[in-house]
C-alpha cells in the first residue's frame, strides 16, 4: 500500500469520525476491547475528560479511499504523562535537563484506560502497516518529541517493531476461567488453589461477612441514576483521598449508562441497609471478558476491596460463564488472589537519535529485568496443582 493509494485526515473530535465505519474496522480484530469503540472515545472527548483542557489534544489519524475507512488510530498530543500506566517520567525528565522539549508528545492510546487491545485498526495487515508510517510521518512534521503506543496486541507490536519502534513490556494480573472445565462456583475455583492461599481468601471473605457487609450487584439498564450517582461519589472519594481530581467526571459516566449500558456491571456494598462502597466492572458480553475498573468506598471496612474488586467479580465470573477478568494494572498481591502474571507490551519512537539509542539501551536492561521478574512469578503462582504456565 502506498500514500497514493490513501487519504489522510486527522480529526479534533472522534465524534466526527463515521461510528459504523470506525467499529467495524475494530470488529475485525479477533478480541476487540469494548474501549476502543467509538461510543467510549466519543464520550471520553464529549465528557470533557481528553481534551486540550486536561492535556488531551485528539488528533485521531485516519486513511481513507473515498468515503471508506481504511485505518484508524486513537492518537492524542499529550501535554503531560498522567492517565497512561506506562510510565516515562524519567524520558521526559532527560529531555528538559538537556533543554530538549518532550511535551507535546504523540500518544495512540485510550485515555485513563490500561487494557490491552489493538490500538492500529485496519482493514489488513498493509493499512496497519501504512497507518503507523503516517502517524510517525505526522509527528515528525509537527516536530513532536516522541510517539507512543500502549498495551498493544500482538499484531500492532510486530508492524511497531518492523517500523524500528522500541518495545518495553510491564505485568499485568489476569484471572481466567478453567478453560477444559468451567468453574462450578467460588468453591470450585478455590479447590484449585494452595491450601494457605484458599485459607486467606476464606479468612478476608468472612471478616467483610463478620462486619456485617453484604453485596448486591445490577448490570447495564438495571443500574439505576441513583447507583451511578453513589458509585461516583466512591470513584471520586478514592481520587480525593490520595488528593488527586478524578480522570472521569460525572458526565462521562452517563454518556456510558446511555450509549454503552450493556458493558457495566456495578457491585454495591451494603451494611445496615446503606450503601457504603461500591465496585464498577466492565464487560465485553460477547466474548465473556470482564475488566476490574473503578472502586470507592464511604467507610473502612478490613478486606473490602479485596471482597468488592476481586471475589464479588470472579464470583459473578464463574456463575456467568465467563472465561477471563482483568484485574488493571501493576499490583503483585492480586497473584494472592489468582489473578495470574500476564506480559502487556507498548511501543515507542523518540526522534532524537541519542535519546533514542540511550531508551534502546535502557529498554533492553528493563525487559530482561522483566523476564526474570515473570519467571519469578511463575514459580510463585497460587495455584494447587501444575499450571501450563500464566497467559503470555
Not at 303 to 310: I, K, Q, T
Not at 326 to 348: C, D, I
Amino acid at each position: 500500500m502506498t500514500p497514493n493509494d490513501y487519504v489522510t485526515r486527522v480529526f479534533a473530535d472522534p465524534g466526527q469520525i463515521d461510528a459504523t465505519q470506525w467499529d467495524a474496522l475494530l470488529a475485525l480484530d479477533e478480541d476487540p476491547s469494548p474501549f476502543m469503540g467509538h461510543a467510549y472515545l466519543s464520550a471520553l472527548h464529549a465528557s470533557g475528560c481528553a481534551v486540550p483542557d486536561t492535556g488531551w489534544t485528539p488528533a485521531f489519524l485516519t486513511l481513507w479511499q473515498g468515503d471508506a475507512l481504511l485505518a484508524a488510530c486513537p492518537l492524542y498530543l499529550k501535554a503531560h504523562s498522567y492517565g497512561e500506566y506506562v510510565f516515562d517520567w524519567a524520558w521526559a525528565d532527560a529531555h528538559e535537563r538537556h533543554g530538549i522539549r518532550y511535551y507535546p508528545k504523540a500518544l495512540v492510546a485510550v485515555p485513563f484506560t490500561p487494557v490491552p487491545g489493538t490500538r492500529l485498526l485496519a482493514r489488513n495487515d498493509d493499512a496497519r502497516r501504512a497507518l503507523l508510517a503516517a502517524v510517525v510521518d505526522w509527528c515528525q512534521e509537527q516536530g513532536l518529541s516522541s510517539l507512543h503506543l500502549l498495551f498493544a496486541r500482538e499484531r500492532d507490536l510486530a508492524v511497531c517493531q518492523d517500523t524500528g519502534l522500541l518495545l518495553r513490556h510491564t505485568v499485568q494480573f489476569h484471572w481466567h476461567n478453567d478453560a477444559s472445565q468451567p468453574y462450578a462456583d467460588f468453591d470450585a475455583f478455590l479447590t484449585r488453589l494452595q491450601q494457605d492461599k484458599r485459607k486467606k481468601i476464606r479468612q478476608e471473605r468472612r471478616k467483610v461477612n463478620e462486619a456485617g457487609v453484604s453485596f448486591r450487584w445490577a448490570r447495564g439498564r438495571d443500574i439505576t441514576n441513583t447507583d451511578w450517582d453513589f458509585f461516583y461519589r466512591c470513584y471520586e472519594r478514592t481520587y480525593l483521598e490520595h488528593r488527586n481530581a478524578p480522570y472521569l467526571n460525572r458526565e462521562f459516566f452517563q454518556h456510558m449508562a446511555q450509549t454503552m449500558p450493556d458493558h457495566w456491571l456495578l457491585f454495591v456494598a451494603e451494611r445496615d441497609g446503606r450503601p457504603i462502597a461500591s465496585s464498577l466492572i466492565a464487560l465485553d458480553p460477547q466474548r465473556g471478558v470482564a475488566y476490574g475498573r473503578y472502586w470507592g468506598a464511604l467507610e473502612r471496612v478490613d478486606c473490602l476491596h479485596f471482597e468488592a474488586c476481586y471475589y464479588q467479580p470472579i464470583a459473578w465470573c464463574i456463575a456467568h460463564g465467563f472465561k477471563r477478568f482483568e484485574g488493571g494494572a501493576q499490583g503483585e498481591h492480586k497473584m494472592a488472589r489468582a489473578l495470574l502474571p500476564v506480559k502487556t507490551s507498548s511501543a515507542h519512537w523518540l526522534a532524537h537519535p541519542a535519546f533514542a539509542d540511550a531508551v534502546e539501551r535502557y529498554l533492553e536492561r528493563e525487559a530482561e529485568g522483566v523476564s526474570h521478574y515473570l519467571d519469578d512469578l511463575r514459580q510463585r503462582l497460587p495455584l494447587r496443582r501444575d499450571w501450563p504456565g500464566a497467559p503470555s
